[in-house]
């Protein structure tokens, strides 16, 4: 599918697009959360967003619905609510790590059966290129360099990717280490030839979940951009 960047198609998001992202021990699922009633929520689910507006009630509902499916698809069918930690973070069941992402237009949710050392992130953002005046809070100087390298526009859309991958990175990171990262704290080197980035945690280097750095896998799709990050330790 072609899509202009920057623009976010009213389309289907092919299967592919999300499942490549991924490798096989990870059951993952997209969906509009413009088609999802907020009634399907569990009553304890929904106290969490009573006060919400609309469109972030139907997100939250929408990661909710898919994470139950894809919970039952790894054989757990007993719906139980998929609460929220006071830091935001989703309480997954034990024996589960997932992660859940959205847009106006796509909620994206990754969940895998828990085994040791695995982690699970996943991001989506709308491929608008990132305004040049954020760049310096989100970027390290050596990625400060690269897009500089590049014409602005093109500098503006990988700098949206940074943006992305970080925050997959912090979302993996967070449900092991509770701990709470700068953008500036992470290194992010993308390889256009395999779809695929790199990231480097800086801060307390050897101590992190991920050891010295991990791998994920971006693509770009349906005017969004995706970022996915799922390490067996
Ligand atoms: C938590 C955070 C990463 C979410 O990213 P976002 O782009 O704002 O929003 P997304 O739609 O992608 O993700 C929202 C989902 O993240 C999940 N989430 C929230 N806090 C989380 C945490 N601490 N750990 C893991 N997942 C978390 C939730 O499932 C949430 O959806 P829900 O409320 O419907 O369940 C972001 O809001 C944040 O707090 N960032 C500050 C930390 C940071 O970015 N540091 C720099 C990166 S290294």
Known sequence: MKCEPGTECRVALPRATLTDLFPPWV?????????????????????LVAQAIDRRRRQFATGRLLARRLMAS?????????????????RWPVGIVGSISHTNTQ??????RHARGRVLGVDVEGDQPLPEELFSQLCLPAELRWLATLRPREAGRWAKL???????????????????????????????ATGTFEAR???????????????????????????????DG
């Open 27 to 47: 059951h993952c699922a997209a969906m509009d959360p413009r088609r999802v009633d907020p009634s399907v929520l569990l009553p304890q689910e929904q106290a």
């Open 74 to 90: 790894l054989g757990m069918s007993t719906p139980a609510p998929l609460l929220r930690g006071s830091d935001g973070a989703p």
């Open 107 to 112: 909620v994206v949710v990754a969940v895998a």
């Open 162 to 192: 940074l943006f992305s991958a970080k925050e997959c990175v912090y979302k993996a990171q967070y449900p092991r280490t509770g701990r709470r990262l700068d953008f500036r704290d992470v290194r992010v080197c993308f390889d256009e």
């Open 201 to 231: 945690i800086r801060r307390c280097a050897g101590s992190t979940v991920f050891g010295a750095s991990v791998s994920g896998r971006y693509a770009r799709c349906a005017g969004l951009v995706f970022t996915a990050l799922a390490s």
